[in-house]
């Protein structure tokens, strides 16, 4: 069950995209997403796509493993593409249905949208592809370092993010044991009708919920007995270096977003 839930997983591979310094990969992120917004033609996406898929090859991470980290916001997708190509009215009408109309403008934006939503999940997902949560970490507090100016501990805010990451897979593992168990004692939600499946939510989230203050409660007990305590100094077991192809990656990414932004 594991294997069906890879967002916020780590998977080890040889690629320079592993070897990139986390703050690279954190900075390039941001402007990834500012990318994706700004590209509002289709020969932008192509560029973008084409791209994407280069640095996703790179990785040597199979590809549908970053469709897996796409495929849980599927129907939201579907929802997305649904509800702009019959509410956006713009453009020349391509079918008209009384008060359901398609236009061209409302399909393309449509179209636009579900590509955004899924290339953000699936190219981001890179960054936890390809990173140790303990890299990420520490790269986190290097770049929220600045935060210290306004009075915000940037140790806390990438502890609470690196658990946030961690504990994904962990609560998705506590569903598929009390999934089982409900299955176990004749309650399979795959062959129960959708009404039944919306009954089942509230004993399925309890048990879930339950366990994962239960887990989040032993590993408060296990950093406490190693001694840790937030503010006090700590060495680092890998220190962080920035390279000549760490430069060379966040400017291909500020290179692409002048190419889209003159496009668009």
Same mark, same amino acid.
Request: with cysteine; charged share 20%; aromatic share 12%.
């Given at each position: 069950?594991?294997?069906? !839930? *890879?967002?916020?997983?780590? %998977?080890?591979?040889?690629?320079?995209?592993?070897?990139?310094?986390?703050?690279?990969? /954190?900075? #390039?992120?941001?402007?990834?997403?500012? %990318?994706?917004?700004?590209?509002?033609?289709?020969?932008?996406?192509?560029?973008?796509?084409?791209?994407?898929?280069? *640095?996703?090859?790179?990785?040597?991470?199979?590809?549908?493993?970053?469709?897996?980290?796409?495929?849980?916001?599927?129907? &939201?997708? =579907?929802?997305? !593409?649904?509800?702009?190509? /019959?509410? %956006?009215?713009?453009?020349?009408? +391509? +079918?008209?249905?009384?008060?359901?109309?398609?236009?061209?403008?409302?399909?393309?934006?449509?179209? &636009?949208?579900?590509?955004?939503?899924?290339?953000?999940?699936?190219?981001?997902?890179? /960054? $936890?592809?390809?990173?140790?949560? @303990?890299?990420?970490?520490?790269?986190?507090?290097?770049? /929220?370092?600045?935060?210290?100016?306004?009075?915000?501990?940037?140790?806390?805010?990438? +502890?609470?993010?690196?658990?946030? &990451?961690?504990? =994904?897979?962990? =609560?998705?593992?506590?569903?598929?044991?009390?999934?089982?168990?409900? @299955?176990?004692?004749?309650?399979?939600?795959?062959?129960?009708?959708?009404?039944?499946?919306?009954?089942?939510?509230?004993?399925?989230?309890?048990?879930?919920? *339950?366990? @994962?203050?239960?887990? #989040?409660?032993?590993?408060?007990?296990?950093?406490?007995?190693?001694?840790?305590?937030?503010?006090?100094?700590? $060495?680092?077991?890998?220190?962080?270096?920035?390279?000549?192809?760490?430069?060379?990656? %966040?400017?291909?990414? @500020?290179? =692409?977003?002048?190419? *889209?932004?003159?496009?668009?």
């Amino acid at each position: 069950m594991r294997q069906k !839930f *890879v967002l916020g997983r780590y %998977i080890e591979r040889d690629s320079w995209v592993h070897r990139l310094d986390p703050r690279a990969k /954190l900075t #390039a992120m941001p402007l990834y997403v500012c %990318i994706l917004v700004f590209a509002d033609s289709w020969i932008a996406a192509g560029i973008v796509t084409g791209y994407s898929f280069a *640095v996703m090859r790179a990785t040597n991470v199979p590809f549908r493993t970053f469709v897996k980290a796409a495929k849980p916001l599927r129907y &939201l997708m =579907i929802f997305m !593409f649904v509800f702009q190509m /019959l509410l %956006i009215r713009d453009g020349p009408p +391509l +079918l008209d249905w009384g008060a359901f109309a398609i236009h061209a403008g409302g399909l393309r934006q449509a179209a &636009l949208s579900v590509w955004r939503m899924a290339f953000l999940v699936s190219f981001t997902a890179i /960054l $936890t592809f390809t990173t140790t949560p @303990a890299k990420l970490n520490q790269a986190l507090e290097d770049v /929220l370092a600045p935060f210290k100016l306004i009075r915000l501990d940037p140790q806390l805010i990438a +502890l609470t993010i690196g658990i946030a &990451l961690r504990f =994904i897979p962990t =609560i998705w593992d506590e569903a598929q044991t009390v999934i089982k168990a409900q @299955a176990s004692r004749g309650a399979d939600l795959r062959e129960l009708p959708w009404r039944e499946k919306g009954k089942m939510i509230v004993p399925l989230l309890i048990p879930v919920i *339950v366990g @994962a203050f239960r887990r #989040a409660e032993d590993l408060v007990y296990s950093m406490e007995a190693r001694g840790f305590q937030l503010g006090q100094p700590r $060495t680092k077991y890998y220190e962080l270096q920035w390279k000549t192809r760490d430069s060379i990656f %966040i400017a291909s990414f @500020a290179l =692409i977003g002048a190419v *889209v932004f003159t496009i668009t």
